[in-house]
T-cell receptor, first 114, second 116 residues
Framework: ETGVTQSPTHLIKTRGQQVTLRCSSQ?????VSWYQQALGQGPQFIFQ???????GRGNFPPRFSGLQFPNYSSELNVNALELDDSALYLC?????????????FGPGTRLTVT | AQKVTQAQTEISVVEKEDVTLDCVYE???????LFWYKQPPSGELVFLIR??????QNEISGRYSWNFQKSTSSFNFTITASQVVDSAVYFC?????????????FGKGTLLTVNP
């Protein structure tokens, strides 16, 4: 069974730039959720994708957007980067339909905005 | 609105001591699930346990045990005979049951340091 993978591991961007982060879900999982974890804080829910559609969104501005592909992998896009976007971005996969509610996380992408 | 509070920001113990990590939650839902995750320095969140709101039975898994009390809205985690490898940040989290939006609400985490 393949776990959740994310790329890249680390990324450094300049304020105002755009970034794309990628996530491959665990085998058999059809749902991907994205979380932002600032230093010293708990993860904050950004949004979730199920069957290629956004299935819920947290308190993040529209410049945070995403996609899910037919193979259930996903992308998180952030436009017009701000310094406060510096954080660990975590992707989690789950299987909607089993009612297990368990989310399995990838290793994260650490984004630094300068 | 849902909220998870982990009042202990940092805990430091000596190896072989027992340690309890506290978690208090708030929700208006009658069906919900509680979780504990471990985050080692590598950053990946590791799933430890899930508990649903209808099952207050305590659970033990090796050196780990969990105490769920709906009357006090608490879901505490105890590590018995702690080891250096237990050093990590531990998060308690809550998700509402039913519906299709599986948003996890996390606490701020407790940094556990186990010294040799």
């Amino acid at each position: 069974e393949t776990g959740v993978t994310q790329s890249p591991t680390h990324l450094i961007k300049t304020r105002g730039q755009q970034v794309t982060l990628r996530c491959s879900s665990q085998s058999g999982h059809n749902t991907v959720s994205w979380y932002q974890q600032a230093l010293g804080q708990g993860p904050q829910f950004i949004f979730q994708y199920y069957r290629e559609e956004e299935n819920g969104r947290g308190n993040f501005p529209p410049r945070f957007s995403g996609l899910q592909f037919p193979n259930y992998s996903s992308e998180l896009n952030v436009n017009a980067l701000e310094l406060d976007d510096s954080a660990l971005y975590l992707c989690a996969s789950s299987d909607t339909g089993t009612n297990s509610y368990e989310q399995y996380f990838g290793p994260g992408t650490r984004l630094t905005v300068t | 609105a849902q909220k998870v509070t982990q009042a202990q920001t940092e805990i430091s113990v000596v190896e072989k001591e027992d340690v309890t990590l506290d978690c208090v939650y708030e929700t208006r839902d009658t069906t919900y699930y509680l979780f504990w995750y471990k985050q080692p320095p590598s950053g990946e969140l590791v799933f430890l346990i899930r508990r649903n709101s209808f099952d207050e039975q305590n659970e033990i898994s090796g050196r780990y045990s969990w105490n769920f009390q709906k009357s006090t809205s608490s879901f505490n985690f105890t590590i018995t005979a702690s080891q250096v490898v237990d050093s990590a940040v531990y998060f308690c989290a809550l998700i509402r049951g039913g519906g299709s939006n599986y948003k996890l609400t996390f606490g701020k985490g407790t940094l556990l340091t186990v010294n040799p």
